[in-house]
């Protein structure tokens, strides 16, 4: 008998699979060297699977959320808002106050993803090496620190310079709250909660934009004021980010192997519960193979190119979300406030969509209908003023659905300690080198409008959402083969025993199902 298998690209080939009359095959053969942790943990609360009753096991996601979501949530509204906040600096003084010309903004708001971009590789060893929450904590805590020294600032190259530190030490959190994600949360629950912590980039917009409002109003028109109202807002955010970063180091438990809030019995019934995710807790060992799959899986490369392409686009959130209001004819006080409902519609949209994604199990469809108003809004904003324009800058808000869906993809569909921190590394090197690009889409000559850089974001809308399409088709088809192949085999199928745990690759076990 021969079954038809997928190898590491996703092709077809053929391997025998011998018979036997007496003992099921064992479909599996893997290394038991670089298990997954949940393996030993299994062993440690009994080594067997428990049933599953549905009561208890609500009460547990219950009690995880509650222990785990808001600091993530914090977390990453704060990584959100301290990077933007270069956007609220451009209009409470901080051009006129350094002495900023030409296209240098540019710079400094693009040099953060430089930094990022640089520390990418070896931060994703380090998240590997050292106990999760308490490594992302240390950078918490140093950006925090790093964001308040931007209000000591006094020329370009000092802001340069924070900027980039800035991008280094956030260059953790996008693969970690993968991780955070992919340890605490089944497959099923993984896309929404990916989309309740994405969302408050929209809360983070909105706080942002009114924060910012008030310091210019109270503190921007006050000639005797101590600190100019770019400081405020610097030194505010960091020395915040800062305590939260403390917080989290004492709160935040590494794994659930170590979770204060759970007993042996909860850790127990919560491995039961993550089992069909097909792929553990997480294991320290380095794979190099593992690697070289992400390298050569489709999947890893349509997923970059998704994050490239969607965040050449992002300064009109990000860096120049109030010059461009600015630009449709309206003052820089009213620009602080009238991005705000950017944010508002985004956090709508975000947990709308993930929502529906999470009760139909069709995450990319209900992707792409978020793609579809924002393209609408992409032309909107390309070929009208004032208030047409602003709606149409509203309903790119949208757009981040895809972000949050291909973190969730990462989340459920990447499996493999080694191979999922290497993709989420390749997905964060996109996103800096879309978001370097950004702001010089955006050039100095071409203000107030903008024009080329608003034609550009309607041309990239509509290759990223094709690009949606090609991902389910691959995963799909994948997901077919293996139930032929299991169809094939009969009752000679059997895989090994908690082969879950076993630090597999979403490639070799075959048991694996890929969430559309």
């Given amino acids: 008998m021969t079954s038809i298998l997928e190898n590491e690209k996703g092709d077809l080939t053929t391997s025998p699979v011998k018979e036997s009359t007496s003992t099921p095959v064992d479909f599996h053969q893997p290394e038991k060297v670089g298990a997954d942790a949940a393996l030993q943990l299994l062993q440690e609360t009994g080594g067997l699977r428990q049933s599953l009753d549905p009561e208890r096991s609500r009460r547990l996601l219950r009690r995880i959320d509650i222990h785990i979501m808001p600091l993530i949530c914090i977390v990453y509204f704060l990584q959100y808002i301290d990077k933007t906040a270069i956007s609220y600096a451009s209009v409470t003084g901080i051009t006129e106050s350094i002495g900023l ?5 540019n710079w400094v708001a693009s040099i953060f993803f430089f930094g990022q971009l640089a520390f990418e590789f070896p931060t994703i060893r380090l998240i590997q090496l050292f106990p999760l929450a308490k490594y992302a904590s240390v950078n918490i805590i140093l950006w925090g620190a790093t964001l308040a020294c931007l209000a000591a600032c006094r020329n370009y190259a000092g802001l340069l310079v924070c900027r980039f530190f800035l991008g280094v030490l956030e260059a953790a959190i996008v693969p970690a709250w993968v ?7 089944t497959k099923e629950e993984q896309a929404f909660r990916v989309g309740i912590w994405f969302s408050t980039c929209g809360m983070a917009q909105m706080f942002g934009g009114f924060f910012a409002y008030g310091v210019a109003i109270h503190v921007g028109k006050d000639p005797n004021a101590a ?3 770019w400081q405020v807002i610097f030194l505010f955010l960091g020395l915040f980010t800062a305590l939260i970063g403390i917080a989290f180091w004492f709160v935040m438990p590494d794994s659930v192997a170590v979770a204060g809030f759970l007993d042996k019995e909860q850790k127990g019934l919560h491995l039961e519960r993550i089992r069909h995710n097909e792929q553990g807790i ?23 190119f998704w994050i490239f392409a969607a965040n050449i686009p992002n300064s009109i959130a990000t860096s120049f979300g109030n010059i461009l209001v600015k630009g449709m004819g309206y003052s820089n006080e009213e620009s602080l406030l009238l991005v705000t409902p ?4 985004e956090i709508v949209a975000l947990i709308g969509l993930t929502y529906g994604a999470m009760k139909t199990h069709q995450r990319l469809y209900f992707c792409i209908a978020g793609h579809i108003p924002a393209i609408v809004g992409a032309i909107l904003m390309a070929t009208t003023e004032r208030v047409p324009a602003l709606i149409g800058y509203y309903t790119s808000g949208g757009i981040p659905i895809g972000w949050t869906t291909i973190l969730g993809l990462q989340s459920s569909n990447v499996a493999g300690s080694t191979k999922k ?20 889409t955006f050039q100095a000559r071409d203000a107030p409008r903008y024009l080329p850089a608003k034609i550009s974001i309607c041309i990239i809308y509509v290759l990223i959402t094709i ?5 389910r088709w691959v995963l799909d088809r994948r997901n077919r083969q293996r139930e032929e192949e299991k169809a094939a085999l009969g009752h000679n199928y059997k895989p090994e025993e908690n082969h879950e745990f076993l630090d597999l690759t979403d490639l070799q076990n075959r048991e694996f199902r890929y969430e559309l």
């Fill in 421 to 440: 921190i290497t993709v989420a590394c390749i997905g964060t090197i996109a996103y800096t080198i879309g978001n370097i690009i950004s702001p010089q």
């Fill in 467 to 471: 690009d949606l399409i090609v991902m």
């Fill in 282 to 304: 997480g294991s320290q060992a380095f794979k190099w193979a593992q690697v070289k799959e992400a390298l050569c899986d489709t999947m890893t490369w349509l997923y970059a």
């Fill in 179 to 185: 991780l955070f994600t992919s340890q605490w949360y």
């Fill in 101 to 105: 010309v030409g296209n240098q903004f």
């Fill in 227 to 229: 600190l100019k109202g």
């Fill in 342 to 345: 950017l944010g508002a519609w």
